[in-house]
């Protein structure tokens, strides 16, 4: 993946979120925004238990969920009135296989010497590929309007530009912090060190010995979701341990990266226009009327 | 099977944030390609006015394709960004660059046509629309079908050939009204042919689609379908009949075929943004898909709830 | 229990997740699931306002099966001592412990005493025996009239009547676990679970710890919630040991530092007392009634006379009694409600808010908002412009037209404030521990830090006041007030006022390294004696940082305890009488007889030098009155208290009552509530009607207040802030889905939840996490309420203490906002003028 970056190429990183020890306390979501000046994304109370946040996106890059359900934490015994709330910080998955990277036709999007995928936001237009292209819906395009602080929208010298910043963001998973040799804000501010940081390879392994733990303390639905590397996105650079399917957590159970196809789709094309192409040449069949 | 389980019943994918232009250049990306292809077919066989209002057809639409593009940008002063890369993983790119192409050359084409200058470059120019002008009126199935958004993902076998007869048809039409019945003949065929086999294709995709085409029968979506087949069928009815001998019915029948094609277009367009809002279109068939795998103990979802589910 | 650290302390809760990992039970007892019973291995819902049901249960529980620690019990409590015979318990006179006077409306506590305690008058109120002034109580167990620090009659077999142990198993006799299912709506298999996951993981190898806070404070019985806890962890050997003990959780990043240096009106640095205004005539007197004559108060002059050197450097001598004659004297309850009541009454002129948003956050916050209004003039030190600022243009007594801004009388000034990254300080946690925090960024603008305004302002009133010759200005120009500056705003070194808080020698100028250095004849200045030795060396100790896998677990020299850096108080529990560890496991602090003195992992809270085997002589004073195997030092006796003889306003030993409002009856006894309870019946705090009262019917849940993660406290530091507004956007209330139905309450619309103070609007979270609960043959639905809201910032909202009144628990003074009725409807509440006639209408309806 890194062979581009030669002797740049650093140890892939990643995160290992264990929704089995987050608190919910969204520190995550704070220290994401406020390292990553993410503007406020709205004031809206929504019911849906204490998530108010509802979805990652342009103005979310750490987004915690709440599902509470009438289930017992863990298999034991009877347990007739239980109750169990999962909370779980969600986040890029900085898929091996990005979607998001592939369409991108400015290569705005990029893969980093980390093995993490970023937006330059420098070269976006905001064309909006990445966006329905992503199998998690993780990447969006900002309305708010532009910061002060960008040059004006001209084109050709004429003021023709939009009031808002139109751009594709999404977690960079702090490069500019890994640079400086740093974890990621969210990661830093965890409390519970539920989101861990760190080379994928040792978050992988470690995640499969705290399955395990759980596994053995019979805790109900824990499982690993996107730390396989032969699944659909080529296993995840951020992977979870869920308590729950995934899309209990709003996440598909089975994403699979759209450009797996593409070999396939591209060979439909060149056959559909192939029949264009017949498709006029037989209208000429059968005289001028 | 039991209820799709969802978060609050949000979506999973994100809907694209593409307005209306985007589903209009579907249309004139379709009409602009096609009708180079049959500016250079109709040239070739001697049918010179059919072959000039094509190239001119073409150019037109072709020059109308960029604005519309470029105006649903959110940074549109940035758009000749899309020729900084050329990536055959993004369809995007690709077709920025066959759109680039293809309307340099049918402008020129269709300027030296008319003004009758230079002819041996008018009619590389045409070829050249024409060569790139076949792909640019299918890519954009392709561009859609590679997303996340299921109705357009499953339907990535029947898409580029209901784009492709959907641009025939456009291009059929727009032809049909720009000359005189007496020239119009494959132009007419060309609309009425690609008119029965969208219709035919479209009823197929549908059925194979199954619940993932729901869109198709609700909402917008399913607004705009009917009223692609309506006006489609009535256009080419009247192409077919009466459109033959008289100039009145064909632009007639021209028209509603073209608002048909619209239609159409935006049928999709808005099939996509249904697709993705509803979370079950994007979970059920892959929990189905996860079913129908043997139980594997290094399974990435491997269930330890006893709840019975899997 | 009483708490929910994971969401108020998630920093904190970071470890009690460590130790569920290592197997730990995580018990929550708490009237709704929170998340912090998410992540507890065990979740047991109870009714708000019947915690000391539940522990009393436990502590009949460990009584009844034998489960108590015998050796522990037997020597490091007073389980063994005897009660006079004018004893009288609840369970005798129907919820009233002996010595209740009905005029006075409070306890004569001489039949509380141990058997024997020579009981006679020395000047005023105070009698040899055990000191019940309330202000004072509790500050240090202060008693006289022990021979050689021991009670004059035991049993230690614990058979005797009258011994504590026995008037125990007595008390607590009814609270079987059919009684406190039926009290708490738990149930009996959830109480046994909690009762037998508890026994059997405290004793030798074992121990167990309680983490509490506001959920037990804020009861008219708050202290004795907390007494209960530490009945249960003496009887079970939990005091004094590694994982053991009684944690208070507190709210706010220094809080206990604001207690230790304190901002309350009745105590002085470390917990000495403000001299009371009829009670002493001169310096002896005071001294000598503050003075235990047994136990480490027993320098208390050596302590206070430091605090004066401190104060009022060289002009405090021993010839005018280092100005103690000149000191203000406590009066009356200056507490915060008392004066917002006497603001009402038009009694307080003046008043400064810092850091406090009393018209949202405080009990009954309508009556200070209109308290407010009474004022001459306010000054209020914030960060933003808080309701207790803005009330005059910005209230809903503004909306009604109870106020009207032309008609407001106060003249505000606001002082922008620093934030706590712009100026360098400490803070002191739940562990007594003073963290260093430095500054990052200078103050923009007009921001102040708290050092600089009061320094500047003293600095200008001594200016101001130097030539007066006004007797009570004496003291101002008394003051020594020399601090070194920095910066161009001049900001006072804080570093120097540590320094002075820690003390030093005047004369050498050395710094002092503990209090025991410290002595009475003036030479010596400090602060704080408890903080004394913060400063050591000249080092500030509370800025050390040494990483915990460079050190012992206990972590001594990361940042600096109180006192004298010991890290767990009463560690000499976690050795046997003979000073040897209960348990290899549980190896904490032990006698070490080659070096003679005793070591360990801290610092030992005991004399260092003195043997398990030591006896007191006769006539033995201070800590020399302490034997070798009594590890509760600061006890007059050494010992744990399992009954209290002194010190509580309200009862020698907790015992079930109602709060102030509810919609119960008590179960045990005809007398309702606490009876010492601090009430105020006036026409401004009018209480609703309560258990089988006519009109209870009008307000029959249980309400309870607390806070989210994402905002804090009163709003002020996050309702302004946009990346935690938009975390939790709207007030709202949660209510089960059967309380719902029954109210007609809509998930996501909108309802008004109403008192006899108030009534207030918020959004509906049907949730299953409070659900209804059956309590004395009745289903009772509780109401969740977030009280962050306020009419001001980013995120505005209701105020959930519009709804609770002014009752507090007589210890303390805290109001009782954790559980009280209220009545609940669908839709939003009446606007202006019809909000007060809604409540009017309630309040008759109610009579």
Redesign the interface.
Known sequence: MLDSYGSDAKERVGFFTDTS?C?????C??AC??WNLVP??????T?E??D??SALGANTWRHVAFV?Q?EP??LEGDQP?A???L?SSDVCKHCTHAACLDVCPTGALFRTEYGTVVVQEDVCNGCGYCVPACPFGVIDRRHLPRSPADPPAEILGLQLGKREDGRAWKCTLCYDRLKGGHEPACAKAC???SIQFGPLDELRERAGKRLEKLEAENWNGARLYGNDPDDGVGGFGAFFLLLDEPEVYGLPPDPVVTTAHLPEMWKTAAVATGALVLGVVASFLGGPR | MSETRSYYGRPVVKEPVWKDEIALYFFTGGLGGASSVLSLVARATGHELLAQRSIQIASAADAVSPPLLIADLGRPERFLNMLRVFKVTSPMSVGSWILAYTSAASSVSAFLNTIGRLPRVAELTRLAAAGSGAPLAIYTSTLISNTAIPVWHEARRELPFLFGSSAAASAGAAAVIAVPPAEAGPARRLAVGGVLVENVLFKLMERRLGMVGEPYSKGQAGTYKKLAIGCTLSGAALLAGPGRRSRLAAVAGGALTLAGEVALRFSVFKAGFQSARDPKYTVEPQRARLSAQPADPRSRTRPVSGDGSM | MGSNM??NH??G??WV?EAR?RGAHVIHVDPR?T?????A?K?VGIRAGSDIAFLGGIVNYILEHDLYFEEYVEHYTNASVVITEEFVDTEDLDGFFSGWDPEQGEYDTTTWQYQGMAVHGTGGDTEAGFDTSGEQAGHGGHGGGLEHGEPPEEDKTLQHPRCVFQLLKRHYRRYTPEFVAETCGCSVEDFLHVAKALTASSGREKTSAFCYAVGWTQHTVGVQYIRTAAIIQQLLGNMGRPGGGIVALRGHASIQGSTDIPTLYNILPGYLPMPHAEFYGGLDNFIEANTAPTGFWGHFDAYWVSLMKAYFGENATEDNEWLFRKLPRVDDDNSVYQTTLDMIDGKVKGYIVAGENPAVGNSHAKLHRLALAKLDWLVVRDLVEIESAAFWYDSPEIESGELKTEEIPTEIFFMPAAAHTEKDGSFTNTQRLLQWHWQATEPRHDSRSELWFYFHLGRLLKQRLADSEATRDELVKALRWEYPTHSQIQEPDAEAVLAEISGWEIATGAFIDGYTKLKPDGSTVCGCWIYSGVYKDGVNQAARRKPHWEQSYVAPEWAWAWPANRRMLYNRASADPDGKPWSERKQFVWWDADDAKWAGLDVPDFEVDKPPSYVPPEGAKAEDAIAGDHPFIMQADGRSWLFVPQGLEDGPLPTHYEPQESPFDNPLYGQRANPRRQQFKRPENPYNPVGGEQGSEIFPYVATTYR???HHTAGGMSRFV?????????M?CEVSPELADEAGLV??GWATIYSSRSAIEA???V???I?PIEVQGRTTHQVGLPYHWGTRG??TGGSANDLSSLALDPNVHIQEVKAFSVGIKPGRRPRGKALTEFVEELRNRAR
């Open positions: 020890i608190i919910g306390c969204k520190a979501e704070v925004k406020e406020e994304d709205g004031l809206v109370w019911g238990s204490y108010n946040t509470e009438k934490a863990r009135d109750l169990r709330w909370m409390p519970t060190e | 994971a969401e998630p920093v809760f970071q997740l990992e699931f998340r912090t019973s998410a992540m291995t979740w989210l993660t994402e946009p990346y935690l507004s938009e975390l939790q956007p709207a709202f998930h996501g959004r509906v979270l949730t299953d996490r659900p980013l995120t």
